[in-house]
């Protein structure tokens, strides 16, 4: 599938901290007034800057699906991919349809050894660099087996406390389920029941995390008479206020494993067709309309979900 594109969610999100928050550098400057552990930086807007990398940010949404997937059981699997009996990192399939029915529900969407990742995400820079905020803390490491304070293992380190960055999540070819799947990920970190970063389990890491805009793009469709059509696929068309997942979008959902009716209906957005004549999206910008759209995606997986019980 990832010869072609039949759908793709961009999922614009803001991040801000609720408390300390600490994403490590890779390893400590030169400079000894600095502290040992210090937030990673880069050059944003013309000068140095604290940043959330992408890759961190992926790691702990994957991390939380994982945990959702596995609570779940049944028709939804998690590999342990850090293991090398792993079943997603031994397949050897030469069709890419059955490698990728072979494999997670996780590594479906987050990539694995064997198959390409069909969600990324962007860096999340400052909005206003202004208002960036940060401190220094000090630590003492603690005696595993005593439970007390190792004598001598004092440390400090720099804590991210105000300001606001933005990312984007980019999902290609999904299914409504995996748009829940995220969804459900994106609502925990807001509602501070996971963190990220470093010190978890000390209390840091708290983060709201807000959707801001939805954009659900169809690269080869046409918008006409009420309807969406798949330009050059041989499958039915679809009303414009339908967000419809790879499934719907495709003639050899089986081999995938996609659901054949994969399809999510919403009120008050319909597919607007591109500048170009070619391309339809699906814009989401209002609270209400962003709610609903996971409401029905989470409704839709649920659904299924429990027809297989």
Not at 32 to 59: A, N, Q, W
Not at 239 to 263: C, H, I, M, R, W
Request: overall charge negative.
């Amino acid at each position: 599938m990832h010869k072609r594109m039949v759908n793709q969610a961009k999922i614009k999100i803001t991040i801000s901290p609720v408390g300390p928050l600490l994403i490590k550098a890779s390893d400590q400057g030169a400079d000894p007034t600095k502290p040992d552990m210090e937030f990673v930086e880069t050059y944003y807007g013309g000068d140095r800057s604290v940043y959330l990398p992408g890759s961190s940010l992926k790691g702990a949404i994957r991390a939380h699906c994982e945990r959702i997937v596995r609570t779940l059981g049944g028709n939804v699997s998690a590999c342990d991919p850090v293991k090398r009996n792993s079943p997603c990192r031994n397949l050897e399939e030469e069709n890419s349809a059955t490698l990728y029915r072979r494999t997670c529900t996780i590594c479906q969407i987050f990539g694995s050894t064997n198959i390409s990742a069909r969600a990324n995400i962007t860096d999340a820079y400052p909005v206003d660099p202004s208002e960036i905020k940060l401190e220094e803390r000090n630590g003492v490491a603690i005696d595993r087996i005593f439970g007390s304070a190792v004598p001598g293992a004092l440390f400090n380190f720099q804590v991210l406390t105000a300001g606001t960055f933005t990312t984007t999540i980019n999902l290609k070819n999904f299914t409504t389920s995996q748009l829940a799947l995220i969804a459900l990920a994106i609502r925990d970190f807001d509602e501070q029941r996971i963190g990220i970063g470093f010190a978890k389990s000390r209390g840091l890491g708290q983060v709201n995390m807000k959707v801001n805009k939805v954009e659900i793009h169809y690269p080869t469709a046409i918008v006409g008479n009420e309807q969406v059509r798949m330009l050059g696929n041989p499958v039915d068309p679809f009303n414009k206020n339908v967000v419809a997942g790879a499934g719907q979008l495709v003639n050899d959902a089986n081999a995938y494993g996609f659901p054949e009716s994969d399809t999510v209906e919403v009120e008050g957005v319909e597919a607007q067709p591109d500048a170009y004549g070619l391309g339809a999206t699906l814009t989401f910008e209002d609270e209400g309309d962003i709610s609903a759209l996971w409401r029905g995606c989470v409704n839709s997986w649920r659904n299924i979900f429990e027809e297989d019980q």
